[in-house]
């Protein structure tokens, strides 16, 4: 068997391998990347890019039985499925270039497509080749978690792995698993012509603030999706086609597919990190603030396998912080106050930082200022008739600890804060931002106004020194 020796050896070629990839052989270090399935990961094969690429399909059926209010009669959308995933196809195929071996190749890095496995505690073999390095990066992502309900094994289930490969419309779909990826592929089907019903062990989008989460449960309703709670299933039988699911108070729904959609596994088990001494739990790699095995140091995790957030953008900025260890011997920290993210049901719902209840924990309620602002006072969401949902600006001494939006663009105006977070600006700083008008983020600048107006206006010491400098001006 061949060695090869490098000085980094990636395995996993999904949002944070390729990061890290691109980053170490453009700056000079030898890169093998190692890929057992389809080179992008999850988020371009069968995570955040399908699932986009179907919600702005599902907005355009939408749109068109959305416009009697604005005058446009509604005219109910003939949504050919098949060409619906033609276009969910098209738009992956589209990015797919950009994470191809080819490129990656092209860029320096010696690409093997294969499963990689330690066989040591500095050597992986994959590809029939044996690769010995001075640094390892696992950014082997994670799979849906598929738990353990009886019956389940039986019937054909759904995942996101298969989900955007079906070309024919599910009459019926029944989701398990009122998180994100439950309720961004209800909506979705939904809007495309699937009865869907939700069916959610506890409380949906449970991670968000309640509040926030409320206006999109309630959106979702009235456009029909049924979303049971605090319904954990119990058993699931039936055959394709013929889907029953016994939920824990005896009811029992009927439909045509069942998806799964509770959460996520992290992808470990063929890496034998046993054989790297490499620790790690049920979560993902035991690494530290470095990102680092907290018991083989010349090995990183980053992304779902280190056991944190599981997003794309956090994969992307963790492959940075090891990079800069990796190829420079800095230290370099991830921490994840600064980290936004998006959940993109219509409307859609954002955060950065601590949410209300988060803040009020860890600050006391006397310490913390919620500022408020909604939709329905910003000028252009109501040109758009788009004034559900608000923003929440939770405020410690002068500065935001956090930020949570529901409502149109969220996930756009999440931005500003994340920024304003991870710089520690002051709310002086938002509320003094000049915006173009009319715009959806203006609703940042009025809450971070609001948090001045009480002492511009209510204020009696102010108007005795308006009053006392307007006396005493020419
Ligand atoms: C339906 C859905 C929608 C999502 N939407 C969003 C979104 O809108 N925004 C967002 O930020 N995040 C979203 N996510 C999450 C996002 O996809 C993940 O957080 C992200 O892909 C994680 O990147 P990663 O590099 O850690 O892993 P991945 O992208 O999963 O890549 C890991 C790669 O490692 C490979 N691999 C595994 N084991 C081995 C091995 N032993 N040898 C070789 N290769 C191996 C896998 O085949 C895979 O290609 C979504 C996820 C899903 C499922
Ligand atoms: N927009 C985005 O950025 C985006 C979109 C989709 C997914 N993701 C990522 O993928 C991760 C996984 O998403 P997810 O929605 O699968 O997981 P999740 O853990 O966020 O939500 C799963 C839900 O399933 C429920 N559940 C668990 N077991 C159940 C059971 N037996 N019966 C009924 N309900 C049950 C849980 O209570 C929870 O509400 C997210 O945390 C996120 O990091 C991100």
């Known amino acids: 068997m061949d060695t090869i020796r490098t000085d980094v050896c990636v395995i996993g070629a999904g949002s944070g391998g390729l990061s890290v990839a691109a980053g170490a052989v453009q700056m000079g270090a030898r890169v093998v990347l190692i890929e057992g399935a389809e080179m992008g990961g999850d988020c371009l094969n069968t995570g955040c890019v399908p699932s986009k690429a179907l919600i702005a399909a599902a907005k355009h059926a939408h749109w068109m039985t959305s416009g009697a209010g604005f005058g446009v009669a509604p005219s109910p959308p003939q949504v050919d499925f098949a060409a619906v995933k033609d276009h969910v196809a098209a738009t992956i195929a589209s990015i797919a270039p950009h994470d191809s071996q080819e490129r990656f190749e092209t860029l320096g890095c010696t690409v093997i497509r294969d499963w990689a496995r330690f066989v040591s505690p500095r050597e992986v073999e994959a590809g029939g080749q044996r690769i010995r390095a001075r ?14 309900i009886p019956g389940l094994e039986s019937v054909p ?3 996101n792995e298969t989900i955007f490969a079906l070309r024919d419309r599910p009459e019926h779909l029944i989701v398990v698993g009122g998180g994100p990826i439950g309720l961004e592929m209800a909506q979705a089907h939904r809007r495309l012509g699937c009865r869907v019903t939700v069916i959610e062990g506890a409380r949906a989008l449970g991670r968000d603030d309640p509040e926030l989460a409320a206006v999109v449960l309630a959106r979702l309703r009235a456009e029909g999706v049924t979303i049971m709670e605090e319904a954990p299933v119990v058993r699931v039988r039936g055959e394709a086609g013929r889907i ?13 597919h069942i998806l799964i959609a509770v959460g996520r596994s992290v992808s470990l088990d063929r890496l034998d ?48 912080v090891v990079v800069r260890q990796m190829l420079f011997g ?13 959940t993109y049901t219509d409307p859609e719902m954002a955060q950065v930082g601590l949410t209300e209840a988060q803040a009020v924990a860890e600050y006391g309620a006397e310490r913390v200022t919620v500022l408020r602002a909604a939709f329905a006072d910003n000028d252009r969401a109501r040109a758009e008739a788009l004034t559900e949902g608000l923003i929440k600006v939770m405020v410690v001494k002068g500065r935001p600890v956090g930020a949570s939006i529901v409502g149109p663009q969220a996930g756009e105006l999440i931005g500003l804060w994340a920024l304003a977070l991870a710089n520690g600006l002051k709310m002086s700083a938002i509320a003094g931002m000049v915006l173009p008008y009319p715009t959806l983020s203006e609703v940042s600048k009025r809450a971070a106004s609001a948090y001045f107006s009480p002492k511009l206006f209510d204020s009696p010491v102010v108007r005795r020194v308006v009053g006392l400098v307007q006396r005493w001006l020419p």
């Open 157 to 159: 289930y759904l995942t």
């Open 273 to 320: 990190l046993a054989a790297a001494n490499v620790a790690h739990d049920r979560k993902g790699v035991t690494v530290g603030a470095d990102l680092r095995s907290t018991t083989n140091r010349r090995v990183h995790a980053i992304g779902d396998a280190a056991g944190g957030l599981q997003f794309t953008h956090v994969a992307g900025y963790h492959a940075g």
């Open 244 to 256: 029953e699911v016994v939920t824990g108070d005896g009811s029992v729904i009927h439909g045509s």
């Open 135 to 148: 640094r390892f990066v696992i950014a082997t992502g994670s799979t849906a978690f598929v738990p353990p």
């Open 330 to 342: 800095l230290r370099a920290r991830a921490t994840t106050r600064h980290i936004p993210w998006a």
